[in-house]
């Protein structure tokens, strides 16, 4: 298997983690009654958060070798992914320190999440999505 087929693979299970937390959190944070449990709901957010932060992590570290084998032949696309996935990590860093550490900033850690995963979103369909549309095919 190769790297980039590894990286797509677990970028699909990344962006699943996602949209569960995304979608758990509007569900609960939504107009009018909850959807479902609120305790339920707030557990399955953190849940698929840490999942989230979890997967992060390989990702990361393909990237890294990614960019290091590539050196300057990269693409365009290329280069709009690392610079998105340098600015998610960055959020995602900020807010794992507003929820964990600097509690009086909480007001902003719905409008980090939805940054989160629009940056999610957008890497994905960036990179993995190509990816797949061109059948598992490299430039």
């Known amino acids: 298997m190769s790297d980039y087929l590894l990286k797509s693979l677990i970028a699909v299970v990344f962006l699943g983690a996602a949209l569960t937390s995304f979608f758990s959190m509007m569900a609960l944070m939504g107009k009018g009654e909850p959807k479902g449990d609120p305790v339920r709901l707030r557990k399955l957010h953190r849940a698929s958060g840490i999942a989230f932060l979890v997967l992060l992590v390989p990702l990361a570290i393909l990237g890294a070798g990614f960019l290091r084998e ?9 280069v709009f992914h690392f610079v998105l996935a340098a600015f998610l990590l960055a959020v995602v860093v900020l807010k794992v ?6 509690k009086s900033f909480m007001r902003y850690a719905t409008a980090l999440g939805m940054t989160i995963f629009v940056l999610t979103i957008v890497i994905f369909l960036i990179t993995a999505g190509y990816f797949f549309l061109r059948g598992g095919a490299l430039d």
Not at 97 to 102: C, P
């Open 70 to 78: 590539l050196g300057e032949g990269l693409t365009v696309r290329s």
């Open 97 to 102: 320190l507003v929820v964990r550490v600097y």
